[in-house]
């Protein structure tokens, strides 16, 4: 796919990638950045009839297009807004949305080498957590509790967007609350710690679905 409209924004994304794979210990084997998509793409999938109208003006999708032949393309839409606000310097809520894009790309194309399917509610939970942990990891040197006060503002109030099916809505809720809860348990973690805190991370990255649920609900 074309890169969207600001290519500062595909080095934030190139960034956030290379600090979840090292997170993580694992490596995709594509350069993310490269299936990074703006508004204009969308915009041109929707007139052309391949995308519906639904999909204008979101923040962040990630995408499967019909590619050549008879495969599928993966696109990561990043709206101009976001990608403006990452090429500024990267407020949280740009920080959020594109480490939520990140996150989706990364267990995507994890799970299509392993030929392992994944349910939506997984991909939505595992982003709240790299949200918690990629700013938990950044904030760690810096005075007084501002991780803990990053959290509260990831985490303190949640705006879904208007003409969500209600399946998708309590999809989502359900994905913010376990990973409010679980991020929570990742803070105490770090104060033992960087190590103690990657280890966590690690292991749950590699639980399957239902594990990683049940490890966020027992958090």
């Known amino acids: 796919m074309s890169k969207g409209p600001s290519s500062h924004a595909a080095s934030v994304i190139a960034g956030i990638q290379r600090h979840l794979e090292a997170i ?3 490596e995709a084997g594509h350069e ?7 508004d204009a793409e969308v ?10 109208e639904g999909h204008r003006g979101a923040a962040e999708q990630v995408l499967l297009l019909p590619g050549d032949g008879t495969g599928l393309e993966l696109a990561l839409h ?3 807004t976001v990608q403006a606000g990452l090429a500024a310097g990267s407020s949280l809520q740009h920080h959020c949305h594109a480490t939520e894009g990140v996150s989706h790309v990364l267990m995507i194309l994890l799970a299509a080498r392993r030929e392992r399917s994944i349910r939506l509610l997984d991909l939505e939970l595992q982003a709240e957590v790299d949200k918690a942990a990629t700013c938990l990891l950044l904030a760690r ?12 503002r990831l985490f303190g109030g949640v705006e879904l967007r208007r003409g969500l099916e209600p399946a998708e809505r309590a999809r989502y809720l359900e994905a913010h609350k376990l990973g409010a809860r679980y991020a929570g348990y990742l803070a105490e973690v770090l104060t033992e710690g960087v190590d103690r805190l990657l280890g966590e991370l690690r292991r ?3 639980l399957p679905a239902e594990g990683k649920r049940e490890r966020a609900r027992a958090a």
């Open 24 to 26: 993580y210990a694992v």
């Open 32 to 38: 993310i950045e490269r299936f990074l998509i703006g």
């Open 43 to 52: 915009d041109a999938l929707v007139d052309g009839g391949v995308l519906s």
């Open 78 to 80: 990043l709206g101009d």
């Open 141 to 152: 040197g810096a005075p007084g509790n501002e991780g803990r006060h990053i959290l509260r």
């Open 204 to 206: 749950f990255y590699r």
